[in-house]
Every structure is written in structure tokens, then in C-alpha cells.
């Protein structure tokens, strides 16, 4: 069975204060690892697809990076707008529209 | 944009009763689903449709029926609701089924079950 770990739950830093989030996995095969970012009281928005390891994908202060069993989300000089819960999931092969979801690190960035 | 619509956004319900969550699309995409989000859990897909006329269940379909009214609704339907329901439901698209695809959600609707 699939199975996506995220850590930490929950992550408070300082505006400027770069940190990493962590999604292991287990997957049978990757087909793709998803990053996405959910507001409050809203759907998650789509971040980034990752497909082989070594694989680096960036955008504004977040990168993405990926290895045979975990992805990390790096978020370098956060600003509170960066504030939001990321959710990690992954696909494996043959499942087609079978996306397994972590539980998501809620991140707050505080002045 | 509108994107994915869905509607109601909130929604109270008796153990019993029955509703239609309704989801419409304006991307044209072909792919759409139906996941519902609890605390402590990841989103779990309950039913999705690959293509307009087709519909397959998902990790936790039990409860639930789905219809693919045309290429852009895609609805759900709680025969009898149970408080074990009660959730956020989102729906999302994406423009083709199982192509290492990036779904599009919408806002979700917040059901409790009483």
C-alpha cells in the first residue's frame, strides 16, 4: 500500500527564516511526487511535479527537490505570505488517477 | 477564471437525510473527481470520472454515488447521510485521467452530519 509521511506537522518561523519540509514515501514504482499549497477554507493549488530522483523544480522562495524516498520542500527567506498548510502526494504506476496524500505540514510565518 | 465551482459550501444535515453536492468545471477538461478531506488524514479520493460516461470508485467509496452529467459536472450524491460523513468534500479536474496529472480543485463543501 502507498503511503505518504510528512514532517513536521506543524512549522513556525520568522520572516526570513529559511527551513525545509520533509515528505517520505513508499510507493511501488514512482510516477510522480505533487507538491501543493492549501489556504485556509480553500482547495490545495498545485506547486510542482517531481518524477526521478535528483529532480529540482523551483518557484519564487520554494524549491522542490527529490530523492528514492522522501522530497523536500525548501523554503528559502519565507514571508507570511508563505503561510498555508503543503501537502505532499504521490502516483504510482497503474493507478492512474490514484493520488496518495500526506497529512500536510501547516506552516506559519510570523513577522 | 472561475475554474471548479462547487456548491453548497456549507451544508448540515440529519443521519438519514440525502444531498447532491454539485461541481461544475469551465477548463474543458476531461478528467474530474471527488475527494473528501478529514482531520489527521490525507485527502481520500472517493470516486472519479477518467472521461465524460465513465465514473470508478475510489480509495473510499462507500455511501456515495457519483454522476457524470456532461464533460464539465461532475456531481455527488448522499443517499443517507451518517455523521461518519461528515468531512470537507472537494472536487478537482485535471485535463486528462493518468498522466502524472496536476488537479484542479475547488473551494470544497463543509458538511456535518448531526
Known amino acids: 500500500e502507498d503511503q505518504v509521511t510528512q514532517s513536521p506537522e506543524a512549522l513556525r518561523l520568522q520572516e526570513g527564516e529559511s527551513s525545509s519540509l520533509n515528505c517520505s514515501y513508499t510507493?511501488?514504482?514512482?510516477?510522480?511526487l505533487f507538491w501543493y499549497r492549501q489556504d485556509p477554507g480553500k482547495g490545495p493549488e498545485f506547486l510542482f511535479t517531481?518524477?526521478?530522483a535528483g529532480e529540482e523544480k523551483e518557484k519564487e522562495r520554494l524549491k522542490a527537490t527529490l530523492t528514492k524516498k522522501e522530497s523536500f520542500l525548501h523554503i528559502t527567506a519565507p514571508k507570511p505570505e508563505d503561510s498555508a498548510t503543503y501537502l505532499c502526494a504521490v502516483q504510482a504506476p497503474g493507478t492512474a488517477s490514484k493520488l496518495t496524500f500526506g497529512t500536510g505540514t501547516r506552516l506559519q510565518v510570523t513577522l | 477564471n472561475a475554474g471548479v465551482t462547487q456548491t453548497p459550501k456549507f451544508q448540515v444535515l440529519k443521519t438519514g437525510q440525502s444531498m447532491t453536492l454539485q461541481c461544475a468545471q469551465d477548463?474543458?477538461?476531461?478528467?474530474m473527481y471527488w475527494y473528501r478531506q478529514d482531520p489527521g488524514m490525507g485527502l481520500r479520493l472517493i470516486y472519479y470520472s477518467a472521461s465524460e460516461g465513465t465514473t470508478d470508485k475510489g480509495e473510499v467509496p462507500n455511501g456515495y454515488n457519483v454522476s457524470r452529467l456532461n464533460k464539465r459536472e461532475f456531481s455527488l450524491r448522499l443517499e443517507s447521510a451518517a455523521p461518519s460523513q461528515t468531512s470537507v468534500y472537494f472536487c478537482?479536474?485535471?485535463?486528462?485521467?493518468?498522466?502524472?496529472?496536476?488537479?484542479?480543485f475547488g473551494s470544497g463543501t463543509q458538511l456535518s452530519v448531526l
Open positions: 517531481l518524477y526521478s
Open positions: 510507493v511501488s514504482g514512482l510516477r510522480g
Open positions: 478537482a479536474s485535471s485535463p486528462r485521467e493518468g498522466q502524472n496529472e496536476k488537479l484542479f
Open positions: 477548463m474543458n477538461h476531461n478528467s
